[in-house]
């Protein structure tokens, strides 16, 4: 088990920019494969971008390629999704979660360690 604390959330108007912050205090964290999902209002939990451990590689939603990056630095045990191009259809609670597989898995019940969550909200 390991605990992830997300930051960055925060409101911005359309075509605005927010940094999403998953930090965790384990020393195994670079040995989790992290994963960012989104829930707005009323809607079930998405899936948005995910980067391994092992050769970074990493898998994004349709509706956010080429507008969100997600990245890592092992050396501060943080995963980062740099969201660029904001609209209000990316208005949700993001929360990141940690599987210890080594697969860019996107599937929201293959993961049992979650954050709790941070909210972004982009005005029109």
């Known amino acids: 088990q390991v605990q992830l604390v997300e930051s960055g959330g925060g409101l911005v108007q359309a075509g605005g920019s927010l940094r999403l912050s998953c930090a965790c205090a384990s020393p195994t964290f670079n040995t989790y494969t992290i994963a960012w999902f989104r829930q707005a209002p009323g809607k079930e939990r998405e899936f948005v971008a995910v980067?391994?451990?092992?050769?970074?590689?990493?898998s994004y939603l349709d509706s956010v390629k080429g507008r969100f990056t997600i990245s890592r630095d092992n050396a501060k045990n943080s995963v980062y999704l740099q969201m660029n191009s904001l609209t209000p259809e990316d208005t949700a609670v993001y929360s990141c979660a940690a599987a210890r597989y080594n697969i860019p898995a996107r599937n929201v019940k293959g993961y049992d360690n979650w954050g709790q969550g941070t909210q972004v909200t982009v005005s029109s």
């Open positions: 980067i391994t451990w092992g050769d970074g590689s990493t």
